[in-house]
Nanobody, 125 residues
Framework: QVQLVESGGGLVQAGGSLRLSCAAS????????MGWYRQAPGKQRELVAT??????????NYADSVKGRFSVSRDNAKNTVYLQMNSLKPEDTAVYSC????????????????WGQGTLVTVSS
């Protein structure tokens, strides 16, 4: 089993910043991708940002709506992914969920997609 613990959501005024964190723990053999999705009220879940872990620097992917404002990063040693959100807009209001693609122990390793419970980000105008 792999568990995800998210933190950092809250209420912020438009133009402000927040930083989300998500730490993975449990039967982890190898994490291949980490990232964030969000779901606003009445809308489908959408990708926010992901980062792979197969290289030292990691390859990132962002939704067009957050490019230039959000930054995803990870600490491989801590199995943690971060989302730095700047210049927040009211339309960024949503439940943000952490996502991890991970090979789990014991051998033979199994690949799982694990989701966090989500943390609410509210941006007031």
């Amino acid at each position: 089993q792999v568990q995800l613990v998210e933190s950092g959501g809250g209420l912020v005024q438009a133009g402000g910043s927040l930083r989300l964190s998500c730490a993975a723990s449990g039967s982890i053999a190898d994490i291949r991708v980490m990232g964030w999705y969000r779901q606003a009220p009445g809308k489908q879940r959408e990708l926010v940002a992901t980062i792979t872990t197969v290289t030292t620097s990691g390859s990132t992917n962002y939704a067009d709506s957050v490019k230039g404002r959000f930054s995803v990063s990870r600490d491989n040693a801590k199995n943690t992914v971060y989302l730095q959100m700047n210049s927040l807009k009211p339309e960024d209001t949503a439940v943000y969920s952490c996502y991890v693609g991970v090979f789990t122990t014991p051998a033979p390793y199994k690949y799982l997609e694990v989701w966090g419970q989500g943390t609410l980000v509210t941006v007031s105008s």
